[in-house]
């Protein structure tokens, strides 16, 4: 069975203080690897995917980055505004998606 | 361009009735999936359905949860005679085609008193 852990569940920053979450995955035949952004309330917000180890992926302050058993999300710089929960899933063999239990980020101006 | 749309949003349902969540996918996508996110806990996948057909629906449970997703029209995740434990956020996602990146709805919010 595919699995997927997030860590730290959540995370503490200051404005400006650049730090890494990490997503950890069991799976036969990763086909792809996904992060999401999610707000509270609302649904979650495409953000990158990798599809093979030594991939990496940017955009604006965030930086996703994939190996054989983890992907990591650099966070550089961040801002207030990303603030949120940020959700890694892996595809397999089947369409669906599993996810982590996400990374609940709070940035302090 | 619209993204998935989901209606209604918020939803109270007494004990016994029945639930209709509604999902338009985004334009030019046939693949929709339900996914279902209790409090305090991540994601769960629910089905994969294209137009007329379920192609997985491993994540569903056995009773009362049946989805469909018509020729015409939005995909539909109905629940009868809902229970307390059914209170969760359902989300539904849309994509071109398999090995796509999957888009999410903003949920609809199902409570049962």
């Known amino acids: 069975e595919d699995q997927v852990t997030q860590s730290p569940e959540a995370l503490r920053l200051q404005e400006g203080e650049s730090s890494s979450l990490n997503c950890s995955y069991t799976?036969?035949?990763?086909?792809?690897l996904f992060w999401y952004r999610q707000d509270p309330g609302k649904g979650p917000e495409f953000l990158f995917t990798?599809?093979?180890a030594g991939e990496e992926k940017e955009k604006e302050r965030l930086k996703a980055t994939l190996t054989k058993k983890e992907s990591f999300l650099h966070i550089t710089a961040p801002k207030p505004e990303d603030s949120a929960t940020y959700l890694c899933?892996?595809?397999?063999?089947?369409?669906?998606?599993?996810f982590g239990t996400g990374t609940r980020l709070t940035i302090i101006p | 361009n619209a993204g998935v749309m989901q209606n209604p949003r918020h939803l109270v349902r007494r004990r016994g009735q029945e639930a209709r969540l509604r999902c338009s996918p985004m334009?030019?996508?046939?693949?929709v999936y339900w996914y279902r996110q209790l409090p305090e806990e991540g994601l769960k996948f629910m089905v994969y359905?294209?137009?007329?057909?379920?192609?997985?629906e491993s994540g569903m449970p056995k009773e009362r949860f049946s989805a469909e997703f018509p020729k015409e029209g939005p995909s539909i995740l109905r629940i009868q005679q809902v229970v307390r434990g059914d209170s969760a956020a359902y989300f539904c996602?849309?994509?071109?085609?398999?090995?796509?990146?999957?888009?999410f709805g903003e949920g609809s919010w199902l409570t049962v008193v």
């Open positions: 899933a892996v595809q397999a063999s089947r369409e669906k998606l599993t």
């Open positions: 799976v036969s035949g990763l086909r792809g």
């Open positions: 334009k030019g996508h046939s693949h």
């Open positions: 359905l294209q137009k007329e057909n379920i192609i997985d």
């Open positions: 996602a849309s994509s071109p085609g398999q090995g796509n990146t999957i888009y």
């Open positions: 990798l599809y093979s």
